[in-house]
């Protein structure tokens, strides 16, 4: 012991006690993770997942893009389509809504205008609104 510690009769912790610290510890850490996880991966709502199949330039202001969407039955789905140039750059957008469709996969064709000639069309994203 330092002098300090004896002076205020202040100890060093015993095994036990610093073995049920780390023990509280690692659990607090495991269920602050599994918190984390469990919110962001939201297991309730229903996963979507989109497919290009082909795109189709119209003339130089618009763009057809074609589609498949995958999702459970009779949920509505919202997806986000745009057209992009030579260089990559947005020069077309669209948040196109889908009706609850019977089967899982539907496919879908959207025409979108454009500020600039596009070079591609294809569908950014979806989501269950």
Not at 2 to 25: F, H, N, Q, S, V
Not at 76 to 85: E, G, H, I, R, S
Not at 103 to 115: D, F, G, N
């Amino acid at each position: 012991m330092t002098d300090l510690a004896a002076r205020y009769g202040r100890r060093t912790a015993a095994p036990r006690t610093r073995r049920a610290w780390w023990i509280a510890g690692v659990a607090a850490l495991t269920l602050v993770v599994g918190a984390l996880w469990w919110i962001s991966s939201d297991p309730l709502s229903p996963t979507v997942q989109s497919q290009d199949i082909s795109h189709a330039v119209v003339d130089d202001s618009t763009i057809e893009v074609r589609f498949a969407v995958t999702v459970d039955p009779g949920t509505p789905v919202t997806c986000a389509v745009q057209a992009l140039d030579l260089s990559y750059g947005i020069v077309g957008w669209v948040e196109v809504p889908l009706e609850a469709a019977e089967v899982p996969t539907s496919t879908h064709a959207v025409q979108l205008r454009t500020a600039a000639p596009a070079a591609n069309g294809l569908v950014s994203e979806c989501w269950v609104p």
